[in-house]
């Protein structure tokens, strides 16, 4: 199989896109390996690139059919991916912050957002509704004035933003568009389709597509 033209995910049979993909080679102990930046060696096959076609693969026996061999499935190979995208993405946050391309806090980063600086906002797991709501309340606002659908994700707990981000109790976050906000952008989108997409966001922007139908009936 030539994998370069051939990418085709196990599970459901169709073509698809490297990023629309995750690619799994086969380890040295006939163990399934993920192969999250796409560069290791051998021959792969490739899976949608959710958490449940991940574990269909993996319940249904499908990567012995794919690789034409006997091999061995790690009994949670989809928390095993989870990891490793979360990892990736925290690890390219940190950079970010390294190079100034994050705004911290409530303030600074409803700020960014109605300032059009923010390519995208993060909130903790524990953050409140009240803190949230104000912030979607800016990205709402930014939207209609002409400004970008700025998204929020929900990815990672309060330990998990202030380790990557060299900050204590960090609950809100802005990643400020530029090559570094981008790169850490890419990964958070990966982490988000793969855990199923963000409710928040789906959310968000139904209700501006509500309210922009409201104004044009009042016109």
């Given at each position: 199989?030539?994998?370069?033209?051939?990418?085709?995910?196990?599970?459901?049979?169709?073509?698809?896109?490297?990023?629309?993909?995750?690619?799994?080679?086969?380890?040295?102990?006939?163990?399934?390996?993920?192969?999250?930046?796409?560069?290791?060696?051998?021959?792969?096959?490739?899976?949608?690139?959710?958490?449940?076609?991940?574990?269909?693969?993996?319940?249904?026996?499908?990567?012995?059919?794919?690789?034409?061999?006997?091999?061995?499935?790690?009994?949670?190979?989809?928390?095993?991916?989870?990891?490793?995208?979360?990892?990736?993405?925290?690890?390219?946050?940190?950079?970010?912050?390294?190079?100034?391309?994050?705004?911290?806090?409530?303030?600074?980063?409803?700020?960014?957002?109605?300032?059009?600086?923010?390519?995208?906002?993060?909130?903790?797991?524990?953050?409140?509704?009240?803190?949230?709501?104000?912030?979607?309340?800016?990205?709402?606002?930014?939207?209609?004035?002409?400004?970008?659908?700025?998204?929020?994700?929900?990815?990672?707990?309060?330990?998990?933003?202030?380790?990557?981000?060299g900050?204590?109790?960090?609950?809100?976050?802005?990643?400020?568009?530029?090559?570094?906000?981008?790169?850490?952008?890419?990964?958070?989108?990966a982490?988000?389709?793969?855990?199923?997409g963000?409710?928040?966001?789906?959310a968000?922007?139904?209700?501006?597509?509500?309210?922009?139908?409201?104004?044009?009936?009042?016109?």
């Open positions: 199989m030539d994998e370069m033209n051939d990418r085709t995910c196990i599970v459901t049979r169709r073509q698809a896109e490297p990023d629309e993909l995750i690619r799994f080679v086969v380890g040295p102990d006939s163990a399934v390996v993920p192969d999250i930046k796409k560069n290791l060696p051998g021959r792969g096959c490739w899976v949608t690139a959710d958490r449940l076609h991940i574990d269909k693969a993996a319940a249904k026996n499908l990567f012995a059919r794919a690789f034409k061999a006997q091999v061995a499935v790690p009994a949670d190979l989809g928390g095993m991916v989870d990891g490793l995208l979360s990892r990736s993405a925290l690890g390219m946050l940190g950079l970010a912050r390294k190079a100034g391309a994050i705004a911290l806090g409530a303030t600074k980063v409803e700020s960014a957002v109605r300032g059009g600086l923010a390519l995208f906002v993060l909130h903790a797991a524990e953050a409140s509704d009240d803190g949230v709501r104000k912030i979607s309340q800016a990205r709402r606002a930014t939207v209609h004035l002409g400004g970008p659908a700025i998204l929020a994700y929900k990815l990672f707990s309060e330990a998990e933003l202030s380790l990557a981000l900050g204590t109790n960090v609950i809100h976050a802005a990643v400020l568009a530029g090559d570094a906000g981008r790169a850490v952008q890419k990964r958070m989108v982490l988000d389709r793969y855990r199923g963000s409710p928040d966001d789906l968000m922007l139904a209700a501006v597509a509500d309210e922009d139908d409201a104004a044009e009936d009042m016109e």
